[in-house]
């Protein structure tokens, strides 16, 4: 498997990682972008990552959760699943029969990019994203794409926070009470790339990665990851 985890698509959008993504996808194959995260004009959101991939020649194709997607994930050679709110999400590729159908195509062989929520939407779970869950969503199985779950945008430390404030350290180290699973920390301007489970950081961000029972880590672009 080819998969591609984005903290952030930063502005303008994509620009910090549009290379990395036609580097992952292979030059002129279309992409499946999923815009099923966002809360908000779908429509707009298709046509900004549309014109960010056009610029490196990577054709893209509006995978819409809720208008026959299934149909149009057939015609697409890698998928990109965009930010957003996660738990709308996972509710809507649950529901519109994606889910199964992007694990499947993805474990064949056909290359993933996630940012933000569609990174979190990578791992077992996601159990482990900032987001909230305004649409009441109760089963947070995801894709299990990667062995790890994801906290992008992940800040170790907010100067403007009061103190005692509840950081993200305090949060991944309480999933951990409850689930075993490794949590990569992605900073803003970081990415994850795996290859056939070989995981290595991209980008000008870190990944801190937290285990359970165990220390912490910082890994740098350039690094392989546990």
Do not use: Q
């Not at 900004?48 to 054709?59: Q, S």
């Not at 194709?61 to 890698?78: F, I, K, Q, S, Y």
């Amino acid at each position: 498997m080819r998969i591609l985890l984005i903290s952030n698509s930063g502005r303008p959008y994509l620009e910090h990682c549009r290379e990395a993504i036609r580097d992952v996808v292979g030059a002129g194959r279309r992409v499946g972008f999923v815009s099923a995260a966002s809360l908000g004009d779908e429509g707009a959101y298709f046509e900004d990552a549309r014109r960010a991939l056009a610029a490196v020649g990577l054709p893209a194709m509006h995978v819409r959760w809720n208008d026959g997607p299934l149909v149009t994930l057939e015609t697409v050679d890698a998928v990109f699943v965009g930010g957003g709110n996660t738990y709308a999400l996972l509710r809507r590729v649950r529901e519109a029969g994606l889910l199964e159908a992007i694990r499947a195509r993805v474990r064949a062989g056909m290359p993933y990019v996630g940012s933000s929520a569609g990174s979190n939407l990578a791992g077992p779970t996601i159990l482990t994203t900032n987001d909230w869950n305004v649409v009441s969503l109760v089963a947070f199985d995801a894709l299990g794409l990667v062995p790890f779950n994801v906290n992008p945008h992940y800040l170790e430390t907010d100067p403007a926070m009061a103190p005692g404030s509840e950081t993200r350290d305090d949060r991944i180290r309480e999933y951990h009470v409850v689930n075993g699973n490794p949590v990569f920390g992605i900073e803003e301007g970081a990415m994850v790339r795996v290859d056939d489970g070989v995981a290595t950081v991209l980008g000008k961000g870190r990944v801190k990665v937290f285990v359970r029972g165990g220390a912490s880590r910082w890994y740098r672009a350039g690094e392989r990851l546990p």
